[in-house]
């Protein structure tokens, strides 16, 4: 069985400042992962994708992960924060459904991050 | 292109009564996914629809179902309402298999309110 774990539940930058958001997987394939970020009342929009061509995954706005499998992580960064990065992240992994041909994903619970001016 | 797009955008209902949800996916994917996202939590996986079947599901309990219909859109419908049942119901949608099938793209949802 997959699952994820996102380790802060609540990430607090400053306004030019870095930012980083870790994620923990466990997967019995090999999987891909996913960051998507959901802005308060909205649906949620993918960030980027890992499928394995590369460990280094570059998104949308500037976001970046990497994955490293010696470590189950794949944490999420970006260099200098701005204000609209304000939202909900969650680290998602998705795995193929036993012979169905179907992928299901697994969401972590999510990290809330804050930017102060 | 469009995308994902769901109805009605909110909902309330009370306790007992029966509940239907609608997702057109986006132009060209043909697999349609439902999930619930209770407040303050990650969504949670309830049903995936392919060929106007259930292809998987997770661990909800049968007053949840679905359907399908030919031109890929989707309806989730909650029998007996339950208090718990009050959340965000995200649709999303995927490309045919072999055409990055895995990346799923998601609706804005609709925010069921059951009192």
């Known amino acids: 069985a997959q699952s994820v774990t996102q380790l802060d539940s609540h990430v607090s930058v400053s306004e030019g400042t870095p930012v980083l958001l870790r994620c923990n997987y466990s997967?019995?394939?090999?999987?891909?992962l996913f960051w998507y970020v959901q802005h308060p009342n909205k649906g949620l929009q993918l960030l980027l994708k890992?499928?394995?061509?590369?460990?280094l995954v570059k998104g949308i706005n500037g976001f970046e992960a990497e994955f490293k499998k010696s470590e189950t992580s794949f944490h999420l960064t970006k260099p200098s924060a701005h204000m609209s990065d304000a939202a909900e992240y969650f680290c998602v992994v998705s795995d193929l459904y036993s012979g169905a041909g179907s992928y299901q994903l697994t969401f972590g619970k999510g990290t809330k991050l804050s930017v102060i001016p | 292109d469009a995308g994902v797009t769901q109805s009605p955008t909110h909902l309330i209902k009370t306790r007992g009564q029966q509940v239907t949800l609608r997702c057109s996916p986006k132009s060209g994917h043909d697999t349609v996914s439902w999930y619930q996202q209770a407040l303050g939590q990650g969504p949670q996986f309830i049903f995936q629809?392919?060929?106007?079947?259930?292809?998987q599901r997770g661990n909800f309990p049968d007053r949840f179902s679905g359907h399908q219909f030919p031109n890929y859109s989707s309806e989730l419908n909650v029998n007996a309402l339950l208090l718990g049942d009050s959340a965000l119901y995200l649709c999303a949608s995927s490309l045919p298999m072999g055409l990055d099938t895995d990346t799923q793209y998601f609706g804005p949802g609709t925010r069921l309110t059951v009192l």
């Open positions: 890992y499928t394995s061509a590369a460990t």
């Open positions: 629809y392919y060929e106007e079947e259930e292809r």
């Open positions: 997967s019995s394939y090999s999987p891909s």
